[in-house]
């Protein structure tokens, strides 16, 4: 594809900064794309362009490139565990555009490019998207083949299925579907192509699977006969995916021009500050001879005033010198008063002590019976704070209690218990996101089977895993490992693959 070349000139380094700081001041909102750029490259910016200190402006090493190296992984993926200000910071999809036009980007990188969305249970704010959902997608009649892609939570289902298609060069006339398997032989359709991937209850490692409906007019899966698309009907989520290679040929082209304008520009500005420094230097030179002319004048008569002074202090001293005599003469009578009265106050002092070494045994009985008291009730008050604790946390049980039916088997528990892992299946099938359908007796069914599901229980009650409060048998272990991974109790999970190890049976993926 030919390349456009730019014709814009490169805007002066004040107007960049301008340009720049107005943009990083856009508040974050839903749905829109900001991006990363690496925080010692935007330092190095900031320092070149006087974002800080404009009075050494151009004065720093230009900084080259935009560069995500230090971000990235060998696979071009976002590194784990980065930290925003220390090793990244975020700019609107405007700021980005401008700079990576003013700088280009590092060869073999693509920009790093993240979705604002809506975070919080009951209170939703807008948060940067920083880590993508890794999805395994395939072909329902190869399953076995899967091919690991990225996807935002704010991708629409429309654009998943469009993705598929494209990955696995479907004809364009054939209808399809996609399918969520959430486990070995449990399939869920995904319909509604424009709800998001958040919307879906989709979750990290999916696996999603395309079912090409067959030349005979039928699907795979026969017991589901509703309709498939085509490629025209997945029209309105299809995305163009410009190469990076092209997108570097276009920016680097256009630097090219920019470059030699911005040299021009910087020697017009060069010869324009030499005049204006050799104009002030001469200006600097006239008004050091004015004012060294002026400043001789002021000593002069400096002087005259020093000598006036030093008349009037020769006075002063004399004055000085009879003011000390009579003064002597007042210290010799003062000095016999302090006597008299330093005996006076050592005698009150002795009467003072007595009478403070009373008073402080008296205090120190007082304070020790009050400490005895103020202990007794702290030890009470603390002994009611308890039993507040524990009413509220009974009270706040029996105002939320649930019933499940787990296979068969009646549970009674309470919606705090079931909710305590928000990332768990429970966690989100009580959240009241989604709408759940109870018996004539009340209760929630489960279709699982029961016999384990009080582990499962007494592991959220409890916040853990109590010692000794799972069975040793690697069999069972097996089987309540099974309902961790269902429920997707990760913590529960971890124990008993830890229990299995120190047992001899190491624990088997799925």
């Keep these: 594809m030919a390349s456009t070349r730019r014709t814009s000139k490169c805007s002066p380094l004040k107007e960049q900064r301008v340009q720049i700081a107005s943009l990083l001041k856009t508040p974050l909102k839903e749905g829109e794309s900001w991006y990363l750029i690496s925080t010692k490259w935007f330092s190095n910016w900031k320092k070149y362009v006087g974002y800080e200190d404009q009075a050494n402006m151009g004065e720093s090493k230009y900084p080259g490139c935009i560069d995500n190296s ?26 980005w555009e401008k700079l990576s036009a003013f700088f280009g980007v590092a060869a073999n990188q693509q920009p790093i490019e993240r979705k604002v969305i809506k975070h919080g249970v009951y209170s939703k704010s807008c948060k940067i998207e920083l880590y993508l959902m890794d999805f395994n997608l395939g072909l329902l009649c190869q399953p076995g083949h899967a091919i690991t892609q990225e996807f935002s939570r704010t991708d629409q289902i429309g654009y ?3 993705k598929i298609r494209k990955l696995f060069k479907i004809d364009p006339s054939r209808e399809t579907r996609v399918w969520n398997r959430f486990m070995s032989n449990t399939y869920e359709q995904l319909g509604d192509h424009d709800n998001t991937v958040q919307e879906a209850s989709l979750y990290q490692g999916q696996v999603i699977l395309l079912e090409v409906r067959e030349k005979d007019g039928g699907w795979t899966r026969k017991k589901d006969s509703s309709g498939g698309y085509t490629e025209s009907d997945l029209a309105q989520y299809r995305r163009e995916e410009t190469p990076q290679g092209e997108k570097m040929v276009s920016v680097m082209e256009g630097l090219h021009g920019d470059f030699a304008t911005f040299l021009q520009q910087r020697e017009t500005e060069y010869k324009q500050q030499e005049e204006m420094l050799s104009d002030s230097f001469n200006r600097f030179v006239y008004q050091a001879k004015v004012r060294f ?61 007595k009478e403070r070494q009373e008073f402080r045994e ?102 853990g895993v109590k010692e000794g409060t799972l069975p040793t048998d690697a069999q069972i272990l097996k089987e309540i490992r099974n309902e961790a991974e269902y429920y997707q109790l990760e913590g529960l999970g971890k124990t008993i693959d830890d229990m299995r190890a120190n047992l001899g049976d190491e624990t088997e993926e799925d």
């Excluded at 784990?80 to 700021?95: C, G, H, T, W």
């Excluded at 218990?417 to 989100?428: G, I, N, W």
Aim: charged share 40%.
């Design 70 to 95: 230090s971000l990235l992984r060998e696979d071009g993926r976002l590194r784990k565990n980065v930290v925003e200000e220390l090793d990244y910071v975020i700019v609107p999809s405007a700021a």
């Design 160 to 162: 998943v299925h469009w």
């Design 293 to 353: 002319g002026e400043e001789e004048k002021s000593l002069n008569e400096r002087q005259e005033e020093l000598n006036e002074r030093d008349r009037v202090l020769r006075q002063l001293e004399n004055d000085y010198q009879q003011r000390s005599d009579a003064l002597e003469e007042e210290w010799k009578k003062l000095n016999e008063e302090k006597v008299d009265f330093n005996k006076n106050c050592m005698e009150k002092e002795e009467q003072f002590r």
């Design 362 to 463: 008296m205090c120190e009985t007082r304070e020790k019976d009050l400490d005895d008291k103020k202990q007794e009730i702290e030890k009470r008050e603390e002994e009611l704070e308890t039993e507040k604790r524990q009413m509220l946390e009974v009270n706040k049980i029996q105002s939320n209690k649930i019933k499940l039916d787990v296979g068969g088997n009646l549970f009674s528990t309470s919606m705090t218990t079931l909710t305590k892992e928000a990332d768990s299946m429970l966690a989100v099938m009580f959240s009241g996101r989604h709408p759940l359908k109870t018996d004539d007796d009340g209760s929630y069914f489960i279709d699982r089977d029961g016999t384990h599901f009080r582990y499962v229980l007494n592991y959220l009650r409890d916040g």
